[in-house]
């Protein structure tokens, strides 16, 4: 799929110049620590959404510091995304109707989720997210991480019935609730911009591992949970057909690659998927895998149809895995293109995908077994 410009406003903004304020949403997730810790080494000052500033501050403070971001450079402001408008206090919204940018990152990721906590977080959240936007004159770009499946070909037929207006309550019990609730946001986003003179940018990410240099991860859902899988012997047949895959992105490019986005106007007004084409099929990947923990890998392949109705018939417990999880195994491909441009103009390398990924797994089970 290629990169959508969805409205086409006189506004092009100019890069934006160092340093900034910048709203951070899901600053304490996975994606945004390493995202405040390339804004704020770059020097922009980083208003970090939170709900629990007296106890997350000091913690997100060491944990850049200790990683080469600045924390000095932090701003915490009391919010939740669950509250309506945030919960934002009086004061705390104006300042967020000044800043020159804004990233979106933050939304409820978990596997069975409820679909009206999935719909409150994920969707209802972005009625506030516009208002911020809309209020703010001098914005410079709102970026949106989104998901790498809104541009899988099996999808595009629910997104254009969400488009239309149908009813979203059968998508959930189809997808279930975190897929469903990332689609409905994608849409409910993309039509609220189309009539708004805001810039922005989508950035939608495969599966986020850990650190390329590194390792370290700081969520174990995803990919670890095939890891905890083999290590325990409950993998014993690999989901899908030859060919599918689970595409990764190490955490620390896409970090990289986000904050890039803000220095290049011909971002603005357009949609990026940020993959890397090199992740093997799922096989070869689960092997590189039970390798980095010292485990066989199983070779039996078990068609994804198959292995979801065993789980939903609740005949797999073993497996440990969650049948809304197995969505996002196929053999689709997406349009990686205009996103590896635009990081070579950042001067972004994709690092080499068998040692990012097996960097993962090893800092996992050497925090986990110690």
């Known amino acids: ?66 990683r080469g971001g600045d924390s000095a450079h932090l701003q915490p402001v009391l919010g939740d995304l669950e509250a309506d408008g945030w919960g934002l206090a009086p004061d705390d919204r104006a300042r967020l109707q000044q800043v020159d940018a804004i990233f979106h990152l933050a939304s409820r990721f978990a596997w069975n989720l409820d679909a009206q906590l999935a719909r409150r977080a994920n969707v209802e959240s972005l009625h506030t997210l516009l208002e911020l936007a809309d209020a703010n004159t001098g914005l410079q770009r709102l970026v949106w991480v989104g998901g790498y499946m809104v541009g899988n070909p099996r999808l595009q037929g629910t997104l254009a019935q969400l488009e239309q207006g149908s009813d979203w309550r059968p998508v959930y019990r189809r997808h279930g609730a975190y897929e469903a609730s990332k689609l409905e946001s994608y849409v409910v986003l993309k039509q609220a911009l189309a009539r708004r003179n805001i810039p922005w940018t989508f950035v939608h990410p495969s599966t ?49 690659f986000l904050a890039g986005v803000l220095e290049h106007p011909d971002a603005n007004g357009q949609e990026y998927w940020v993959l890397d084409d ?15 923990v010292g485990v066989a890998a199983p070779r039996l392949q078990v068609p994804l149809g198959l292995m979801k109705f065993i789980l939903n018939a609740g005949l797999g417990k073993r497996w440990d895995m969650a049948a809304e999880s197995l969505n996002f195994i196929d053999s689709a491909r997406y349009g990686t293109g205009p ?19 097996q960097g993962t797994v090893r800092y996992w089970a050497s925090s986990t077994n110690p």
């Open 278 to 292: 090199a992740t093997p099929a799922l096989p070869e990947l689960v092997r590189w895998l039970a390798d980095a």
């Open 1 to 66: 799929m290629q990169p959508t410009t969805l409205n086409k406003s006189a506004n092009h903004p100019a890069a934006i110049n160092k340093p900034q304020t910048i709203l951070v949403t899901g600053a304490t997730g996975f994606i945004g620590r390493w995202l405040l810790r390339e804004l704020t080494a770059q020097g922009h000052t980083v208003l970090a959404l939170l709900r629990r500033p007296e106890a997350q501050q000091a913690e997100l403070a060491r944990w850049l510091d200790a």
């Open 208 to 256: 986020v591992v850990g650190d390329s240099a590194t390792g370290e991860i700081t969520q174990d859902i995803g990919l670890l949970k095939l890891v905890d899988a083999l290590q325990k012997g409950r993998l014993t047949a690999i989901p899908g057909k030859r060919g599918d895959w689970l595409p990764l992105i190490p955490v620390d490019y896409l970090a990289r």
């Open 339 to 357: 996103a590896l441009a635009l990081a070579r103009s950042m001067g972004l390398q994709m690092p080499p995908a068998r040692s990012y990924v």
